[in-house]
């Protein structure tokens, strides 16, 4: 078989082992959903969370975790940075299974506890820009719109499994009333073009973005994402940053403040001192919880 006729075969393989793995993770995921949904909710998401815990470490980004946490912390010892990493994945096997369940676990106001009125105040009427990172649960982060009123557009990334994309997707949209749109070109334009209109739009912003701009993050050189900022001096609006805290007893605190938006004609320098502006403010939260942020993503440079 010569090479031209064998690329097509090799590409065939490709796509078919493709399948195969999504139509792997599909599965896993329906039967992942079937089983949260027949146990109580709270049992769910403590049993999870410990789940994680001991088998996150065994994860190869637990490695990661590890780098990151000593970038980030290097007077802390490696028991200590050990320890918080396997807190992270506490955290986040409550947040997997708490996703797979969030009509439930929004249903209950007494979970919830909000510091965003000043917030709402000061944007008014107009439009803004939320963003937040990955720490808490984030994906209950657009409750603190939903308490002021708001109907929030939401812009996500999309999964490349379709079919595990439409499930989370049918429990993440009712959060979003004003829609919850994938990452793309049509959504930027028409997320602006919303903004500017009075609507508010939410993101996670903490994620590493080579396309995007190098920024100084725990002390080193990060990848951030531009975006929200410009969005935000594009249109004339406030940025908020928005939080969500893990409390005990399967509570949260979802808090709010505006970050100031320069205003100096230059939008590009703008928006890169915004982004540094609201990243210097995760800083400082990560910092005070450590162990709720997702210490595995490939943030730094």
Same mark, same amino acid.
């Given at each position: 078989?010569?090479?031209?006729?064998?690329?097509?075969?090799?590409a065939?393989l490709?796509?078919f082992?493709l399948?195969?793995?999504h139509?792997?993770?599909?599965?896993?995921?329906?039967?992942?959903?079937?089983?949260?949904?027949v146990i109580?909710?709270?049992a769910?998401?403590?049993?999870m969370g410990?789940?994680?815990?001991?088998?996150g470490?065994m994860?190869?980004r637990?490695r990661?975790?590890?780098?990151?946490?000593?970038r980030a912390?290097?007077?802390?010892?490696?028991?200590?940075r050990?320890t918080?990493?396997?807190?992270m994945?506490?955290?986040l096997g409550?947040?997997?299974?708490?996703?797979?369940?969030?009509?439930?676990v929004?249903?209950?106001?007494s979970?919830?506890?909000?510091?965003v009125?000043?917030?709402?105040?000061l944007?008014?009427?107009?439009?803004?820009?939320?963003v937040s990172?990955?720490?808490?649960?984030w994906?209950?982060t657009t409750?603190?719109?939903?308490?002021?009123?708001w109907?929030?557009?939401?812009?996500y990334?999309a999964?490349?499994?379709?079919?595990?994309?439409t499930?989370?997707?049918s429990?993440?949209a009712?959060? &979003?009333p004003?829609?919850?749109?994938?990452?793309?070109?049509?959504?930027?334009?028409?997320?602006?073009?919303?903004?500017?209109?009075?609507g508010?739009?939410?993101?996670?912003?903490d994620?590493r973005?080579?396309?995007?701009?190098v920024i100084?993050?725990?002390g080193?050189?990060?990848y951030?994402?531009t &975006?929200p900022?410009?969005?935000?001096?594009?249109?004339g609006?406030?940025l908020?940053?928005?939080?969500?805290?893990?409390?005990?007893?399967?509570?949260?605190?979802i808090s709010?403040?505006?970050?100031?938006?320069?205003r100096?004609?230059d939008?590009?320098?703008?928006?890169?001192?915004?982004t540094?502006? &609201?990243?210097?403010l995760?800083?400082?939260?990560?910092?005070?919880?450590p162990?709720?942020?997702m210490?595995?993503?490939?943030?730094?440079?």
């Amino acid at each position: 078989m010569t090479a031209q006729s064998g690329r097509p075969l090799a590409a065939r393989l490709r796509s078919f082992g493709l399948t195969v793995r999504h139509a792997a993770e599909w599965l896993m995921l329906r039967a992942c959903f079937a089983l949260v949904r027949v146990i109580p909710e709270r049992a769910m998401v403590r049993a999870m969370g410990r789940a994680w815990r001991f088998f996150g470490p065994m994860n190869k980004r637990h490695r990661r975790a590890m780098d990151n946490l000593a970038r980030a912390f290097p007077e802390m010892g490696e028991a200590e940075r050990d320890t918080l990493a396997r807190r992270m994945w506490e955290n986040l096997g409550r947040v997997a299974a708490e996703t797979l369940q969030l009509d439930r676990v929004t249903q209950d106001p007494s979970r919830f506890e909000f510091d965003v009125s000043e917030v709402g105040g000061l944007v008014g009427d107009g439009g803004a820009v939320v963003v937040s990172m990955h720490a808490g649960n984030w994906e209950v982060t657009t409750l603190g719109a939903l308490e002021l009123g708001w109907s929030p557009i939401g812009v996500y990334k999309a999964l490349s499994n379709a079919r595990s994309d439409t499930l989370l997707h049918s429990l993440r949209a009712p959060l &979003y009333p004003g829609g919850l749109l994938p990452k793309g070109h049509e959504t930027a334009r028409r997320v602006l073009s919303k903004v500017r209109r009075g609507g508010r739009v939410a993101m996670l912003a903490d994620l590493r973005d080579p396309r995007g701009a190098v920024i100084p993050f725990f002390g080193h050189d990060a990848y951030a994402t531009t &975006y929200p900022a410009m969005v935000a001096c594009a249109a004339g609006v406030p940025l908020v940053a928005a939080r969500v805290l893990r409390l005990p007893d399967d509570r949260f605190r979802i808090s709010a403040v505006i970050v100031d938006v320069p205003r100096t004609g230059d939008r590009k320098a703008d928006a890169l001192a915004l982004t540094q502006a &609201y990243h210097g403010l995760f800083e400082q939260w990560i910092r005070a919880a450590p162990d709720q942020w997702m210490w595995i993503m490939r943030k730094w440079v």
